[in-house]
């Protein structure tokens, strides 16, 4: 593998970074507050139609993203209002929220295909342009790009070093003693569930308005179910979800590559890559520990493990 | 298990039968409110569904062949949800068994249709039941989640099929679109009659009452529903909870893969990456919709079923687009859960 070659994998694998990064951190804030959001896929296919439409609307991708991280918040209060208000089945309602947004992305994208935006502006951070060659190539990013990283950081710093982070994560533990202890947890799981929805939608709307610039049905391709995983593996921690991230999005960006240059492989067989390197890590690494499971999790998922 | 507070027969409450109805009203408005939405008029949406669905003899084979994967998928996801596990991996089984199916058609075209069917059969069985069963396997090991491991599953095993019916099982002769030849005569499923129904459509009705006397009048089903209701009660009074999950979820992932076999060889009569319209998806939702009881699975699969046969019918009638469908599935599920939500109360 040459440098070019090498140095168009990693730009591509930073380039996806946004359409899985921003979705995993909402995960883990909203996971953090004790609510599994399975329909992610639905928010963020909700959030990348709404976010292309309005980027081919207003003419502007700014717009488009912001619209998807508002469509995102928006759909994910349906899921608010189900399980934290009604205390449904948080797994069956994520699904049937997954369900609704395929079917509103494609009945939303439907009138969009074949329209294209012009995508959101690169630039280097001061100093990675005078790389020699295809290396600096790696570093032309746009802005949600570079601000995936102080996100990571930022959500970090939210969830463990702020008192409203550590209501997040009493809620998470334990609702009950929680509440007992004077909080509000349904107020403090909508504001998590809220952020969790904008920062889904705006990786769907990444995706859409700046790295593909058009619609495809199903844009997503089940990121919102690696993103779930990748949680696991991040063991529920804001920075350790870059590398969980990255990986998920190096996987596909070899897949493409591989595509690129015609290896006689099936590219059927290499868009497994993603999904089959995320099953193998999580096993790997992140088989549940219990120190980082969230303790109202468990009821969600190990209900009947023994 | 005599220390067990369970009684071996369960009796369906006939109040969730009636707030059913009332929440499939509630669904039915908001259908309507949705073709309103897209400047249709609802009762000639209706006329054209009814007339061209339930209205005619080949309408009403349409709704009882979308049925059959329907039952099947929603069992998938039914007899796991029993003790607690949730399958979202019927697509995945599906396309797998339907895979298996294929590899065993194209391969043994020589064998009588009682030897190949069977044989196929057994493929798909295997097949979804295997995809199903090691993320059973990995849930009883505490390893990951079936939620998960499930639902990646779906996205490597229709991409298999891709690769297949891409690549080596590719039919040269078909040049548009890619899939495999036609299957022999030996190992197209034969029909009721002269009807488009394949007699699998026995095969998930016999699925559906065995479950529901498995379930009621055995051992296994009386030790299913107590891992179901308390996993730990279960495990101290000596019941194999480990071995039980990898059971149920094979069974699952095998009748998942009974639902694709029928689509390549009742149906399609051939493999292609066509095979399932989210059926395994569906399937999920009517399980839900049903609470996991197999009495209520057949109406809701025959409800879900008319619904995608009338989304057929008013893509042609009133151009309306079929992704409508999903969206009421959805919006039917979301109601049942927000009418059901028995459970948990907020504190706050």
């Known amino acids: ?306 | 298990m005599t220390e067990l507070a369970l009684t071996l027969r369960e009796r369906p409450r006939l109040s969730a039968v009636a707030r059913r109805l009332v929440w499939v009203l509630v669904g039915f408005a908001v259908y309507c409110a949705l073709i309103l939405l897209y400047g249709k008029n609802p009762l000639a949406a209706l006329h054209d569904t009814f007339t061209n669905t339930l209205g005619s003899t080949y309408g009403f084979e349409q709704v009882v062949i979308k049925m059959i994967p329907l039952v099947l998928t929603a069992m998938a996801v039914a007899v796991p949800a029993r003790i607690g596990l949730v399958n979202v991996g019927g697509e995945g089984q599906l396309f797998l068994g339907g895979l298996c199916a294929t590899g065993a058609a194209i391969t043994f075209t020589s064998l009588p249709a009682w030897v190949l069917l069977p044989l196929m059969s057994l493929f798909a069985i295997i097949g979804g039941g295997a995809l199903a069963a090691v993320a059973g396997w990995l849930r009883a090991r505490g390893w990951l989640s079936e939620v998960f491991s499930t639902v990646l599953f779906n996205y490597i095993a229709i991409l298999a099929v891709s690769v297949l019916v891409f690549g080596p099982w590719r039919d040269p002769t078909s040049s548009n679109y890619p899939q495999t030849r036609l299957f022999v005569p030996a190992a197209q499923i034969p029909h009721i009659g002269s009807s488009q129904v394949d007699i699998t459509v026995f095969v998930a009705i016999a699925v559906v009452i065995a479950f529901d006397l498995v379930l009621r009048r055995t051992r296994w089903g009386l030790e299913m529903r107590a891992i179901g209701a308390n996993p730990q009660a279960a495990a101290r009074n000596g019941v194999p909870v480990r071995r039980y999950i990898v059971a149920c979820m094979f069974v699952g992932g095998a009748l998942a893969g009974l639902a694709g076999m029928d689509q390549v060889a009742g149906l399609q009569l051939r493999l292609n990456t066509g095979i399932s319209s989210g059926f395994g998806y569906l399937g999920f939702l009517i399980s839900w919709l049903s609470g996991h009881n197999p009495r209520l699975i057949v109406p809701m699969s025959f409800l879900l079923a008319l619904l995608a046969a009338g989304g057929d019918v008013l893509q042609i009638t009133q151009s309306l687009p079929y992704a409508l469908v999903n969206v009421m599935s959805a919006v039917l599920l979301i109601i049942v859960l927000f009418g059901r939500s028995a459970g948990v109360r907020s504190v706050s």
């Open chain 1, 1 to 306: 593998m040459n440098a070019t070659t090498t140095a168009s994998i990693l730009a591509t694998t930073l380039a996806l970074g946004p359409s899985v990064l921003y979705a995993t951190l909402g995960e883990i804030v909203g996971q953090r507050a004790g609510i599994v959001n399975l329909g992610i896929e639905g928010v963020m296919l909700v959030g990348a139609a709404v976010g292309f439409a309005a980027g081919v609307v207003f003419g502007n991708s700014y717009l488009g993203l912001l619209a998807g991280a508002g469509a995102g918040l928006a759909f994910n209060m349906l899921m608010a209002a189900m399980t934290v208000t009604r205390g449904t089945n948080q797994l069956a309602t994520g699904f049937a929220l997954y369900f609704l947004g395929v079917g509103v992305s494609t009945l939303i994208g439907d009138q969009y295909i074949g329209s294209s935006v012009g995508g959101v502006g690169q630039f280097h951070l001061p100093g990675l342009g005078l790389l020699p060659h295809p290396w600096s190539n790696i570093f032309d990013q746009d802005l949600l790009v570079w601000l995936m990283f102080p996100t990571a950081v930022l959500l970090w710093w939210l969830l463990f070093h702020t008192r409203w982070g550590l209501h997040v994560r009493a809620v998470g533990e334990d609702r009950q003693r929680a509440y007992a202890a004077g909080l509000h947890p349904d107020r403090i799981r909508y504001q998590a569930l809220a952020i969790a929805g904008a920062l889904s939608g705006l990786s769907g709307a990444h995706l859409a308005v700046a790295y593909t610039k058009t619609w495809q049905d199903g844009i997503t391709a089940g990121r919102g179910f690696v993103v779930i995983s990748i949680v696991i593996l991040a063991l529920w921690h804001p920075v350790r979800a870059i590398p969980g991230a990255l990986l998920f999005t190096a996987a596909v960006a070899t897949g493409l590559q591989l595509q690129a240059l015609g290896v006689p492989v099936s590219p059927f067989l290499l868009d497994m890559l993603p999904y089959v390197v995320t099953i193998a890590v999580v096993l790997i690494w992140g088989r549940p520990k219990a120190f980082a499971i969230p303790a109202a999790l468990q009821e969600v998922f190990v209900g009947t493990s023994t």
